[in-house]
């Protein structure tokens, strides 16, 4: 037996895990302390009234012999699913065929298992700060990983023209940790890096659904010729609080080849030996979203997140914080005070508000110096957050 020894080369411990290994020992610590957590990107509301209707249903259904359902049909996913995402993507002007679409337990399953179907020897590039899911899967597999910095003077959205040569790309728009988002017409230039490099780019739109400025791009699909180009990975844990439920879908064009090699031929095979499908049940439940009841229901959940966000961005603005993000996206990034750095703000912030956080360089080297604050959590217990950060800012 031989282990793979590039398990060693990732830090001991996911971000995550460490922060919420930090917040248990605080309050092992201080038992009575309040703590608002505002750290991870986790939904607070519960699943939209017409989606539960649809899984009891479902459930039912499964009761009985004449309505039972075992193996999925396909491992792409029930067509009723894949006709309501395309039909959703229809609205928003991008055309998919069916055959396109595949059904998953959520995007950050796919971000990994894409890797199966490229060699080791591709170099991937990365912006930082980042998604750390996207540099530990490529960890993993021992490939050559460039970082192409996000900062404050190119707003958090690098462009290719700084771009080294890389044959896989990762776009996170609205971004993961920063908020900021690309507009249709910067991704248009990236459509063109990825043709005149003969790349890939893996685009992940989990958080699509908060995108309300025009002009700014909620599917890379809204570029021609993205789909020789481009993979596109969402979930349903944004647009419809499915982080307990896991459902998610991938894009994969048809017309990216390579010689006699198709993607979506290699990722269908990929799938129907490795990935049975996701419950009838679930798949139920997520074909419900795009109804105009469901879609009501999670405009309003939208909403109530997007208010979270305005509390903690006027706090913010009342001490004087510079912050990005927050507008199409439910994260706040924020430059810590004082030239702390991210986890020493991290434990300030903690120790003086009992406001959990997430610092920026656990996203990566350009991350040092910020900190990510969500806008997931209970109305009230933000309110109370926003009012102790500005307590705690105003005696530092």
Not at 16 to 41: C, E, M
Not at 52 to 76: C, L, N, W
Not at 320 to 349: E, H, T, V
Request: charged share 20%; glycine share 8%.
């Amino acid at each position: 037996m031989q282990l793979n020894p590039h398990y060693a080369e990732l830090n001991e411990s996911y971000l995550f895990s460490t922060i919420a290994h930090k917040v248990a020992d605080y309050q092992k610590a201080h038992p009575d302390a309040d703590i608002i957590r505002l750290g991870i990107g986790d939904v607070t509301l519960p699943l939209a009234a017409s989606v539960t209707r649809a899984m009891h249903d479902a459930v039912e259904e499964q009761a009985h012999k004449e309505t039972f359902h075992g193996y999925i049909p396909s491992e792409q996913g029930y067509g009723f699913l894949r006709e309501a995402i395309r039909d959703y993507y229809a609205d928003h002007g991008v055309t998919l065929d069916l055959s396109e679409i595949f059904i998953s337990d959520g995007a950050k399953s796919d971000l990994g298992n894409l890797l199966d179907l490229f060699s080791q020897d591709n170099t991937v590039l990365v912006p930082d700060p980042v998604y750390p899911v996207y540099v530990d899967d490529n960890v993993m597999a021992g490939r050559k990983i460039l970082y192409l910095p996000a900062n404050a003077e190119n707003n958090f959205l690098p462009m290719p023209d700084a771009a080294p040569h890389a044959d896989i790309v990762y776009l996170c728009s609205p971004n993961n940790p920063t908020g900021a988002t690309y507009t249709v017409e910067q991704l248009k230039a990236w459509v063109r890096w990825a043709k005149q490099n003969d790349a890939l780019i893996l685009f992940d739109a989990a958080y699509e659904c908060f995108v309300t400025e025009p002009g700014l791009a909620r599917s890379i699909y809204e570029v021609e010729g993205a789909k020789e180009v481009a993979v596109e990975v969402c979930s349903f844990s944004k647009i419809a609080g499915f982080t307990g439920t896991r459902c998610g879908y991938t894009v994969v064009p048809q017309d990216i080849r390579q010689g006699n090699l198709s993607l979506n031929k290699m990722w269908l095979r990929r799938q129907t030996t490795k990935f049975n499908g996701v419950a009838y049940v679930v798949q139920r439940g997520a074909a419900a979203v795009f109804t105009p009841e469901g879609m009501r229901e999670i405009r309003e959940n939208l909403d109530y997140y997007r208010k979270n966000a305005a509390v903690i961005a006027q706090a913010l603005d009342e001490m004087g914080i510079w912050y990005c993000g927050g507008k199409n996206s439910p994260y706040i990034w924020l430059r810590c005070p004082n030239q702390m750095d991210s986890w020493a703000f991290f434990d300030w912030l903690l120790e003086n508000a009992n406001v959990v956080g997430t610092p920026g360089e656990g996203f990566g080297a350009c991350g040092q110096g910020y900190f990510r604050l969500t806008a997931f959590g209970d109305a009230d217990r933000t309110k109370e957050a926003a009012q102790r950060i500005k307590a705690a800012l105003a005696k530092l």
